[in-house]
Structure formats: C-alpha cells, structure tokens
C-alpha cells in the first residue's frame, strides 16, 4: 500500500484558474513538505511544516498557499497559476530532519 | 545561496561494473541524502547519514562534512539500477529543507 498519496497524478489547468493537490502521508511523520520539479531544474524546495506548523517558506509567491487540516495532510493551493507553474510536484514527510519518502507527484501542465 | 554538484553528469557501465558518485556542496550541511528517481519520475530514498560511512546492500554511502563532499557507490552494478541518482543535502536550522543537485544520469549496458 502506497505510504504517502498524492492526489490527482496528473493536472491540466487553464492560465488564472486555481487547484488544490493533495498529500497525505500514512508512515507516522511529524513533517511534511513540497517540492517542484519543473524541466531542466533539480527538485526546488518549496515549503516544510512541522506538527502542522509552518518551519520554512522559501516559495516567493503568495499564490502558493499550504493547507494542513490533519497532521497527516499538507495540500498545496496554488491561485492564478500561469504556465510558468508548470512542473511535477512532489510531496515528502519525515521526521523532522531526518530521512525524508518522497509522495509519487502531481504533474501539473498549465495551458 | 546553498549549491549541490553532482559528478559525472552521466555515466554508462557494462553490467558488472562498479560505479562512484561525487557529490559537492557549498555550505555546511547536517546531512546528505541520496535519491534514485526512476525514469517515471518517482523518487526512492537510497540513504541518509549525516557523515561517515552506510551500506545497504550493493551502495555505500561516504559523507565528509567537513570537506563538503559525499559520494555513492555502487558495487556490482545492473541494468536495473540505471536511472537518476540524486544527491540532496540539508544545510541546519532544522527545517528539513533539502538542497537537490541536478544529477547524475546512469545508464547500465549488458
């Protein structure tokens, strides 16, 4: 059984729009992250909250929005998207600072 | 900012063949963690150690924080290990943010 869900596996939005994707972690983890992928780049982190506390935010724009409503879910709202947000986005839990399982990603394609 | 390079970019192996992974980093890092990243996309945790030695089966593990530097290895290698192998260090401050490098892209031959 798959230990970390994430939620759709694929995305196609319109410029403007706005989606939610969605990470739940079943291994226990008091952590949990983002990161993008998006063509030529290495994996960018983007966000870490633990105990369902923001501890790092190194995402500039506000139009990515966490949301925790369970210590074992971290959604991702992204608002306005642009085909500049274009990328695979995966999620990942941990204990905090120790070894982090990456979530199978969302792969979201903005038109 | 925090800088992570991975060497080769690509390496190709017969089967058989034993394989090294450099990876090098531009600020003190509490941990180094490396990743194979199937051609799918999905990620794998290989191993995690803040500095010293690690094995799990055919990989070995080498992180000198000090020197700033890591290295994987990989003994026996076979046709299925070829995919991306991915090097990410976590700088401190106990956030848990992880700095990726690009990779190095592995191609095992019969």
């Known amino acids: 059984d798959p230990k970390i869900i994430q939620k759709p596996k694929y995305l196609v939005a319109v410029t403007g729009s706005e989606k939610i994707l969605i990470c739940e972690q079943y291994l226990g983890h008091n952590a949990m992250y983002w990161y993008r992928q998006s063509a030529k780049k290495p994996l960018e982190f983007m966000f870490s909250y633990s105990y369902q506390k923001l501890m790092d935010n190194q995402t500039a724009s506000s139009r990515f929005q966490p949301q925790s409503s369970k210590k074992n879910h971290l959604d991702l709202q992204i608002t306005a998207l642009k085909p500049d947000d274009s990328a695979t986005y995966f999620c990942?839990?941990?204990?905090?600072?120790?070894?982090?399982?990456f979530g199978p990603g969302t792969r979201l394609t903005v038109l | 900012g925090q800088q992570v390079q991975q060497s080769p970019a690509s390496l190709v192996l017969q089967e058989g063949e034993n394989a090294e992974l450099q990876c090098n980093f531009s600020s003190t890092a509490t941990r180094l963690q490396w990743f194979y990243q199937r051609p799918g996309g999905s990620l794998v945790s290989l191993l995690s150690?803040?500095?010293g030695t690690k094995h799990t089966g055919r990989l070995t593990s080498t992180t000198v924080t000090k020197e700033r530097r890591g290295s994987l290895h990989i003994s026996s290698s076979q046709i299925t290990d070829s995919g991306t192998y991915l090097c990410?260090?976590?700088?401190?401050?106990?956030?848990?943010?992880?700095?990726f490098g690009h990779g190095t892209i592995l191609r095992v031959h019969p």
């Open positions: 150690n803040p500095s």
């Open positions: 990942a839990s941990s204990p905090l600072s120790y070894e982090q399982y």
């Open positions: 990410a260090m976590e700088p401190g401050a106990n956030t848990g943010k992880l700095t």
